[in-house]
């Protein structure tokens, strides 16, 4: 309810509404401070406080970073932070003997005016620092190797990588296999000549060869494994040949699988020892050898018996259970067969989801039976029995792969480069 007393200077009659601290005298304009037993007795406060679930609104604003959106990270980092919403009331202080008014965020603390700044800074780290550190750090960026070894996010840590382009000891020219033995080498196959290149784990040069051509036309390596007895298993012009893996002897090539034609396509050896091959001359085979060299199992038309339409290029991963795991790059797919043979499903097809392929070359299988298949923009990671699991992040685009017995992955991809892979 409205007051009233006198203006001390004129002595005219002064009404008070209770909304300010001062008033102005009407007739002789001089300013008057209200008695302090009229007024209403509550005290301002500064009406912006901080969210409390500023931790979970920072996660949100890192995730809008790293995925790119640029625009909603910055507001969403304006809204954490009372930015777009700073409050525009002013806020009355008392100077006595004189009354002035002071915009809030301007005067008193300066509190308002810090958390905007802090906000602006914010935004203009979010959207300039951020996605230039995301840049560099991505594929093909200069910070991508030193940022795989230290990543505490990835799925996979560096370990070391060596090579190059080049035609020299320890460099490269388009090379597409890789594998190990279990004396802790490491061999290297390029596609066009079958350059053999041979490294200890940490990547020190130790020797090459180049494989025996028979025939009268080009030689492209087309599948390369290694055993334990340190035999070297090359599919190459429709043939198998065997080698000894350090010194490049050759030691014989496989016999025809039967009186049919055939022409060997990719080659795997099973934890077991056991020698898998595929056959796409008639068909897209998948044929299993004993130590004898005695085929003892034949899956005929195994991917196309499924799809109806032929497969030419099959790559192949065995578990320690004997599954097989059969890649058909023109399928986009992973058919799965029993030890025995029997096909079991398959999983993965054409497309942009998580769980699709938009161009597959080649897949290994881990310890765990899990199943790692190139793609573009990194590895697709499935369960064994088909299950999505996560993608991990690769520099290049992943020709080859393979794993050691301890389970590390090598790969070696676009780049020219050999990287060893610590799988987490």
């Known amino acids: 309810m409205p007051q009233s007393f006198t203006c001390p200077n ?34 301002d406060t ?41 409050p525009t009331s002013t806020v009355t202080t008392i100077d ?9 965020g301007v005067g008193a603390a300066g509190a308002g005016g810090g958390c905007l700044l802090t906000a602006f800074i914010i935004f203009m780290v979010m959207v300039t620092v951020v996605p230039i ?11 991508n190797e030193p940022w795989a070894r ?37 061999f ?32 492209y ?5 290694v055993d334990r007895n340190g035999m070297m298993y090359l599919a190459a012009q429709g043939e198998l040949y065997v080698y000894n893996a350090m010194s490049g002897e050759m030691l014989g090539k496989f016999p025809p699988p039967g009186e049919e034609s055939y022409s060997f396509d990719d080659v795997f050896i099973g934890p077991d020892g056991v020698l898998y091959v595929t056959d796409t001359w008639s068909g897209d085979a998948i044929l299993r050898y004993d130590r004898n060299r005695q085929v003892t199992l034949k899956v005929v038309d195994a991917i196309s018996s499924v799809t109806d339409e032929s497969e030419s290029t099959i790559r192949l991963g065995v578990d320690g259970l004997g599954t097989i795991y059969a890649l058909g790059t023109s399928a986009e797919s992973v058919f799965v067969f029993a030890s025995d043979g029997r096909y079991v499903t398959r999983f993965g097809s054409e497309g942009d989801a998580k769980d699709q392929f938009t161009s597959t070359y080649a897949l290994a299988v881990d310890n765990q039976s899990r199943v790692y298949v190139t793609d573009f923009g990194g590895l697709q990671v499935f369960s064994g029995d088909g299950r999505y699991q996560y993608r991990i992040s690769m520099p290049g685009y992943v020709y080859g792969l393979s794993f050691t017995d301890d389970n590390h992955l090598i790969t070696v991809d676009t780049d020219d480069k050999v990287r060893v892979w610590e799988i987490k």
């Open 10 to 43: 004129c002595n005219a009659p002064l009404t008070y509404d209770g909304r300010s601290a001062t008033i102005t005298c009407a007739y002789c304009q001089t300013p008057v401070i209200v008695p302090p037993e009229m007024r209403s007795g509550h005290e």
């Open 46 to 86: 500064f009406p912006y406080a901080p969210p409390a679930d500023l931790l979970d609104k920072w996660a949100e604003i890192q995730e809008l970073a790293l995925t790119g959106k640029k625009m909603e990270m910055g507001f969403k980092a304006l809204d954490s932070f009372g930015g777009r919403d700073f």
């Open 96 to 104: 006595a003997p004189t009354a002035r008014k002071v915009a809030a």
């Open 133 to 143: 550190l995301a840049a560099m750090t991505s594929n093909g960026g200069p910070l």
């Open 150 to 186: 230290i990543n505490p996010f990835g799925r996979a840590r560096l370990v070391t990588s060596f090579g190059g382009e080049g035609t020299g000891s320890g460099l490269f020219q388009d090379p597409r296999y890789v594998a190990s033995d279990n004396q802790g080498h490491i």
């Open 188 to 219: 290297v196959g390029e596609y066009d000549g079958g350059r053999i290149q041979i490294f200890d784990m940490d990547g020190k040069f130790l020797g090459q060869w180049t494989p025996v051509n028979e025939e009268d036309y080009d030689y």
């Open 221 to 225: 390596l087309r599948g390369m494994a």
